[in-house]
């Protein structure tokens, strides 16, 4: 209540004095409305993904664009790479572990805080709609290996050899000269990490991944791992990690960028603390990249990540462009 009204009513009955405080609890209610208001009018919903997926932000902004929600634009954004041939970190075409197996990470998380995961999935070209599956079907959140494919054919999803011709030719390379070592570095491996905001401004986020190529059998990342890999609270934002998984696990990688944020960093900001944290507790290394990619309620995005011999990056790769997000706002109105 404003002082002014406060004195005012003071001089009045009781009643007077509740009906007084009543009033002014409605005027704040209307000043709450107004501003929920203009937060509505200002949501800009946004895609925004790890790398140069393009086909993952083109389908996540149609889902978008058609009034689609969050959860659904990031499962069929991830689902795009899924199926794409040619991506050799997610899917099919994916490379394998250094037995020639492809075995896959995946994990999605959605505005309620809900969320699924698979790891170490071999035979299915979707893990990111099985891990939507395990948090919608079961009372878990991650199902692994045997079980987790089993689960897989259950809810009809169908039996695929993930090891494509080229994919094999490579990783039969790979052994001549390996000496069968699994090497972190930074050309074998990546993953697609999705955030995206709906008309309401939820957020969902996605992640998947076939992990580090030619990794022991076995090895999961930090992608499956919610608060690693991938973690969102819609009342602050979402974040997603790329890069040397066991990194970002030791540091709960997005889980602090999310923190981050939630103590008033801009997702900028976050993703940068994150990466300098991590890069801090390895000084010395030069081998390995790791990159962060956040969003918040406002829908303002941010990445960087950090590349061989400590270059930091401000990743430029993420989102829409403002056009889009413009005709779409022409659009509604
Ligand atoms: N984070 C993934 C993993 O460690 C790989 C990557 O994103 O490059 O499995």
């Known amino acids: 209540m404003k002082r002014r009204n406060f004195i005012k009513n003071t001089s009045l009955s009781t009643a007077g004095i509740i009906s007084a405080s009543l009033l002014s609890s409605c005027e704040n209610e209307d000043k709450k409305t107004t501003a929920k208001q203009e ?47 040619k991506n050799t970190t997610v899917g099919i075409g994916a490379t394998p572990d250094r037995d020639g197996n492809v075995t896959l990470d995946a994990c999605i998380m959605d505005k309620d805080s ?47 050899n993930l090891l494509t011709e080229k994919a094999r030719k490579r990783w039969l390379e790979w052994k001549k000269t390996s000496k069968y070592e699994t090497i972190i570095n930074i050309e074998n491996h990546d993953t697609i990490g999705m955030l995206a905001m709906d008309k309401h401004g939820d957020i969902a986020g996605a992640c998947t991944t076939s992990g580090m190529g030619y990794k022991v059998g076995g090895r999961v990342g930090d992608s499956p791992i919610i608060g690693a890999g991938l973690y969102v609270d819609n009342e602050v934002g979402g974040a997603t990690a790329t890069g040397v998984g066991e990194e970002v696990i030791r540091t709960v990688g997005s889980f602090l960028i999310v923190e981050l944020m939630r103590q008033g960093k801009s997702p900028q900001e976050a993703c940068e603390e994150g990466v300098k944290r991590i890069m801090a507790k390895n000084k010395g290394r030069k081998d390995f990249q790791i990159g962060f990619l956040a969003l918040n309620k406002k829908g303002e995005t941010g990445g960087y990540c950090v590349h061989p011999g400590f270059t930091y990056r401000k990743a430029t790769n993420v989102g829409h462009t403002n056009e889009q997000v413009d005709s779409f706002y022409k659009k509604k109105v």
């Open 114 to 160: 809900n969320c699924g995961a698979v790891v170490y999935l071999q035979n299915i070209v979707h893990p990111i709609a099985v891990a939507r599956k395990v948090m919608e079907e079961t009372p878990h959140i991650i199902l692994a290996g045997k079980g987790a494919e089993q689960f897989a054919y259950e809810q009809g999803f169908k039996k695929t």
């Open 39 to 85: 937060e509505k009018e200002t949501i800009k919903p946004i895609a925004v993904c790890t790398w140069n997926f393009e086909n993952a932000n083109s389908k996540a902004w149609e889902v978008l664009a058609n009034d689609g929600n969050a959860l659904d634009a990031v499962e069929q954004g991830a689902m795009a790479e899924e199926a794409n041939i």
